[in-house]
């Protein structure tokens, strides 16, 4: 049964304002963090892996070019390192925040605001990144037409399939920051959004000396 602090009865008495209020612990913050957690794990393993797949089908892929030049989507670059280590590090802390939501951390609705604010600037350098790749394999398929991967390349530019792609990814990546913002932003503004109420420790937080 929920819990009610009854308001003192007594003539005189003072009633503080936690009294007589029920007892809360809303349920959205375990679903809600776990959400987090997934997304923020995932897209943690997606950024080492990519940069990793170059290292394990570089190899592979350099036999089929035919004295060609690595392709610029396949080599590994400072920029790349960067956008790499930046998305990893962001979505890292995303898991973090996950944790200390279903934790029921007051500070939990602060974090994931971080996480979407720094989101922001991360995803719109990753996406200027890949359309400098794009921008420089355009350049490499001109120049070795003949070459299997470049005509792939081609046949995908020309149905829109790299900006399709950079679209796509950029939804995905703005979906959950998107979210955060609304939810943690406009929606559950305070830490009670996310602990609850309860009287007893209301109680007794009322009852310590300031």
């Known amino acids: 049964m929920p819990q009610i602090v009854t308001p003192p009865k007594a003539e005189g008495?003072?009633?503080?304002?936690?009294?007589?209020?029920?007892?809360?612990?809303?349920?959205?913050?375990?679903?809600?963090?776990?959400?987090?957690?997934?997304?923020g794990a995932i897209a943690v393993i997606a950024s080492i892996l990519g940069v990793a797949s170059i290292f394990i089908f570089g190899g592979r892929v350099e036999g089929q070019l035919n004295g060609a030049p690595m392709p610029p989507s396949m080599q590994v670059t400072p920029m790349l390192i960067a956008a790499t280590v930046l998305a990893a590090l962001v979505n890292l802390f995303l898991v973090i925040s996950g944790f200390a939501l279903v934790m029921r951390k007051p500070g939990a609705r602060g974090l994931h605001l971080a996480y979407a604010l720094a989101m922001i600037p991360v995803t719109?350098?990753?996406?200027?990144?890949?359309m400098e790749v794009q921008s420089q394999m355009a350049v490499w398929a001109s120049d070795y037409p003949d070459n299997?991967?470049?005509?792939?390349?081609?046949a995908s530019q020309q149905i829109g399939g790299g900006a399709i792609g950079l679209v796509i990814?950029?939804?995905l990546s703005f979906a959950w920051p998107a979210f955060c913002i609304i939810w943690f932003g406009m929606?559950?503004?305070?830490?009670?959004?996310?602990v609850g109420f309860?009287?007893?420790?209301?109680?007794e937080l009322e009852s310590q000396p300031a």
Do not use: H, N
């Open 13 to 39: 008495d003072v009633q503080e304002p936690w009294l007589g209020r029920e007892a809360t612990r809303p349920g959205w913050p375990m679903p809600v963090g776990i959400v987090s957690i997934c997304f």
């Open 124 to 130: 719109l350098f990753g996406t200027w990144y890949q």
């Open 148 to 154: 299997e991967m470049a005509r792939r390349f081609q």
């Open 169 to 171: 990814g950029l939804l």
């Open 187 to 194: 929606i559950k503004r305070t830490p009670e959004d996310v």
């Open 198 to 203: 309860e009287p007893d420790l209301a109680a």
